[in-house]
């Protein structure tokens, strides 16, 4: 039987209360909370935490602001004109979150109009005291059918990534192994399942111990730590990034070496 250690939320802080500005880079190594399915107090001795950009930062941690930037949220509006239609003129969705729809990053026209809606979102980010931004679904292109390219991807992250850098903000690479060696002007990574699908050496000869690993299985989380828990971060989520008072909710770190 799989063994985790498993840590439970502490009261270390107010989820609501705003964060210092200006902590730096991801902290190589350190305790992350992935806190995408909603805020809460983080457990002692974590040191920083990724959440929604709906969400305040962590006082005093170093606190990433995750953003849906190449597909759209569920319930989301975006012009119509900016989601990615097939042949048919039918959305392109992606087949593994019904309701979030691909945008389409074809043109340079269409990827500034899509800055145009992101970008505040950033500067949002960075108001509220956030250190550092998250832009989700870089690999939209590999659930386009096609339609969208991995030059698309990448031309289009150059353009997030120097309006969150005029923010203030250290940005991640999410996933997308293959444009880890395309020098986008990213800051740190985060990798999901990356030692499920053995991409995690792509993230690490780019970005060395600034690499946030989240694992969705034990097998995966068990290995990581045995590999990378000393030089990288990792955590062990649950697939919906659940609450604590949520059923299905699973958290756990490394044990230290």
Do not use: I
């Amino acid at each position: 039987m799989a063994v985790l250690l498993v840590v439970l939320p502490g009261c270390a802080a107010d989820p609501a209360a705003p964060a210092g500005p200006g902590l730096g880079p991801l902290p190589a190594g350190a305790v992350v909370d992935y806190q995408l399915g909603g805020a809460y107090p983080p457990a002692d001795g974590v040191a920083g935490v990724v959440r929604d950009r709906t969400d305040s930062p962590a006082a005093d941690l170093w606190s990433a602001c995750y953003v849906n930037a190449f597909q759209t949220q569920p319930g989301a509006r975006w012009p119509e004109d900016l989601l990615l239609h097939d042949a048919s003129g039918a959305r392109v969705e992606d087949p593994d979150w019904p309701g979030e729809f691909l945008l389409d990053v074809s043109t340079a026209e269409r990827r500034e109009a899509v800055l145009a809606v992101v970008g505040p979102w950033f500067d949002g980010c960075a108001d509220a005291g956030f250190d550092a931004v998250e832009p989700d679904n870089l690999d939209s292109w590999t659930r386009s059918e096609g339609l969208l390219t991995a030059d698309d991807a990448a031309a289009t992250a150059r353009l997030l990534v120097a309006r969150a850098h005029d923010a203030g903000l250290d940005v991640a690479q999410k996933n997308a192994p293959e444009l880890t060696g395309e020098d986008l002007g990213f800051d740190y990574a985060v990798a999901e399942d990356c030692q499920l699908f053995e991409e995690c050496t792509a993230y690490t000869d780019a970005y060395g111990g600034a690499v946030l690993e989240v694992e969705y299985t034990d097998e995966g989380f068990e290995e990581a730590c045995r590999l990378r828990g000393s030089t990288v971060s990792v955590v062990r989520r649950d697939l919906g990034v659940a609450r604590p008072d949520d059923p299905g909710y699973v958290a756990a770190w490394c044990p230290e070496r």
